[in-house]
Nanobody, 124 residues
Framework: QVQPVESGGGLVQAGGSLRLSCAASGRTFSSYTMGWFRQAPGKEREFVATISWSGGTTYYADSVKGRFTISTDNAKNTVYLQMNSLKVEDTAVYYC?????????????????WGQGTQVTVSS
């Protein structure tokens, strides 16, 4: 099985940028659909972005569209989430996940493999 491992979280001021990385431990991410989710304190986990590993088709939550970009690096077997123009409301633990299904998968329970999460804190 594949095990996602996130990195790149931290503290940033509003308007700033961060890039999250998700590397594969175990099997490669090839043939998986990859997704980023986030969970803020006291809130439910929510979908952020997804990408098909082979085709590069992407889909974003309305709240991050135009600010976040999901991408993959096949050679490094890594998926990225570039986050620009960060807002205080983007503060959350961000999770990377892998699904064996195809398509713009926005539902968390359709993802089989999850990373441990990385904290992103945006200050005002």
């Amino acid at each position: 099985q594949v095990q996602p491992v996130e990195s790149g979280g931290g503290l940033v001021q509003a308007g700033g940028s961060l890039r999250l990385s998700c590397a594969a431990s175990g099997r490669t991410f090839s043939s998986y659909t990859m997704g980023w989710f986030r969970q803020a304190p006291g809130k439910e986990r929510e979908f952020v972005a997804t990408i098909s590993w082979s085709g590069g088709t992407t889909y974003y939550a309305d709240s991050v569209k135009g600010r976040f970009t999901i991408s993959t690096d096949n050679a490094k077997n890594t998926v990225y989430l570039q986050m620009n123009s960060l807002k205080v409301e983007d503060t959350a633990v961000y999770y990377c996940a892998a699904s064996p299904l195809k398509g713009a998968i926005r539902t968390g329970f359709l993802y089989d493999y999850w990373g441990q999460g990385t904290q992103v804190t945006v200050s005002s």
